[in-house]
């Protein structure tokens, strides 16, 4: 018996580092930034550093990112495969970055707010849905996703970037109202 609940323990451990890997990751190609994607779109139609499927792998994460979109692991593994090639051709980000003709927004970090949910346990959920309710502070929409994140965080399921950015706006809605989260 002591050596299944320790077998267990060892897939939850392991589930929570692959979770944690898949945040990391995500954030290597939110971190840069959609004016980066939006930049690099243009910069690959003067150098020819990436390949065709690597540029549409790009045109791709761009569109992801300006809609919110959510990312398979496959464009992630591409992402991070572009990236490293980039840096690999030392390749001023900066420079890059100089193509877009796009404002940059805020930047949010999907590790970050993936840890930021982890932490919150089912009481604190259940105070957020209802003050978001009571006092209107959340849609009906923003409600949905809270509701199926929390289900999402419980199974230990993958959390797309769209939900991610949403529950972070509702949380910082409703930290607003004096509730820790």
Known sequence: MEFKKHKVKKGEMLAEMMLAKHYDDLGKITLLGFQFWDGLCSFMLTNDYLSLNQQNCVSKIRENLFNRGEFNDFEIKNASQIIDKLYSENINFTKVKS?????????????????????????????????????????????????????????????SHKR??????????????????
Do not use: C
């Open 99 to 159: 193509f877009s003709k796009i404002v940059e927004e805020k930047i949010i970090d999907p590790l970050q707010i993936y840890h930021r949910l982890k932490v919150i346990d089912n009481d604190t959920w259940d105070k957020i849905l209802a003050i978001g309710e009571q006092t209107g502070r959340l849609n009906h929409s923003q409600i949905s996703v809270m509701k199926t994140v929390i289900n999402k965080l419980q199974q230990k399921e993958i959390i």
């Open 164 to 181: 991610l950015s949403i529950m972070n706006d509702a949380l910082d809605n409703i930290k607003k109202l004096g509730l820790k989260v």
